[in-house]
C-alpha cells in the first residue's frame, strides 16, 4: 500500500510531510535571518534550525532509498529530529517570546509533520512484515 502511494510520485517533492518539512524550514529562515539575538539564544537558535531542516533533509534522503529497509530507518530518524524541533521550540517560547508569533506557525505544522512520519512508518513497517 505504501509502495503505491510512493510511486504516484515522480519523486519526494510529491510526498506532502516532505513539502510541511519544507515550509517550516523555509519559515524559520526567513524569520531569523532578520533577527539579531545574542550569543546565548543564538546557540538555541542554531539547534532548532538544525533540526528542522534534518526532518526534511532525512526524508528526501530516505525516499532515495525507497524499497528498502533503510527507508523506514530513514523516516525514523526525521521524526526523531522533528521530536526535537518541539523541544527546541519548547525552550524557545520561554527564552524568546518576541518569537511567539513564528513558533506559534511553526509548532502545529511540526504536530502534523509527526503524525504524519508515524503513520508513514508504521505502514512501512506492516509492509516489511507482510512483504
Same mark, same amino acid.
Given at each position: 500500500?505504501?509502495?503505491?502511494?510512493?510511486? %504516484?510520485? @515522480?519523486?519526494? %517533492?510529491?510526498?506532502?510531510? /516532505?513539502?510541511? *518539512?519544507?515550509?517550516?524550514?523555509? +519559515?524559520?529562515?526567513?524569520?531569523? +535571518?532578520?533577527? %539579531?539575538?545574542?550569543?546565548?539564544?543564538?546557540?538555541?537558535?542554531?539547534? #532548532?534550525?538544525?533540526?528542522?531542516?534534518?526532518?526534511?533533509?532525512?526524508?528526501?534522503?530516505?525516499?532515495?532509498?525507497?524499497?528498502?529497509?533503510?527507508?523506514?530507518?530513514? #523516516?525514523?530518524?526525521? +521524526?526523531?529530529? *522533528?521530536?526535537?524541533?518541539? /523541544?527546541?521550540?519548547?525552550?524557545?517560547?520561554?527564552?524568546?517570546?518576541?518569537?511567539? @508569533?513564528?513558533?506559534?506557525?511553526?509548532?502545529? #505544522?511540526?504536530?502534523?509533520?509527526? @503524525?504524519?512520519?508515524?503513520?508513514?512508518?508504521? +505502514?512501512?513497517?506492516?509492509?516489511?512484515?507482510?512483504?
Amino acid at each position: 500500500m505504501l509502495q503505491s502511494a510512493l510511486r %504516484k510520485y @515522480k519523486d519526494y %517533492k510529491g510526498l506532502i510531510v /516532505y513539502q510541511r *518539512a519544507q515550509q517550516n524550514t523555509t +519559515k524559520l529562515l526567513v524569520y531569523y +535571518k532578520t533577527q %539579531k539575538p545574542i550569543w546565548c539564544e543564538r546557540f538555541l537558535i542554531e539547534q #532548532l534550525l538544525r533540526a528542522v531542516s534534518s526532518v526534511g533533509a532525512n526524508i528526501v534522503e530516505g525516499y532515495g532509498r525507497n524499497g528498502s529497509p533503510e527507508f523506514r530507518r530513514f #523516516l525514523t530518524i526525521a +521524526k526523531g529530529s *522533528a521530536l526535537e524541533v518541539e /523541544y527546541w521550540i519548547n525552550i524557545l517560547f520561554t527564552i524568546r517570546p518576541q518569537d511567539q @508569533k513564528i513558533l506559534n506557525e511553526i509548532s502545529p #505544522l511540526n504536530t502534523e509533520i509527526i @503524525k504524519m512520519l508515524t503513520v508513514m512508518i508504521y +505502514k512501512r513497517k506492516a509492509n516489511l512484515i507482510t512483504g
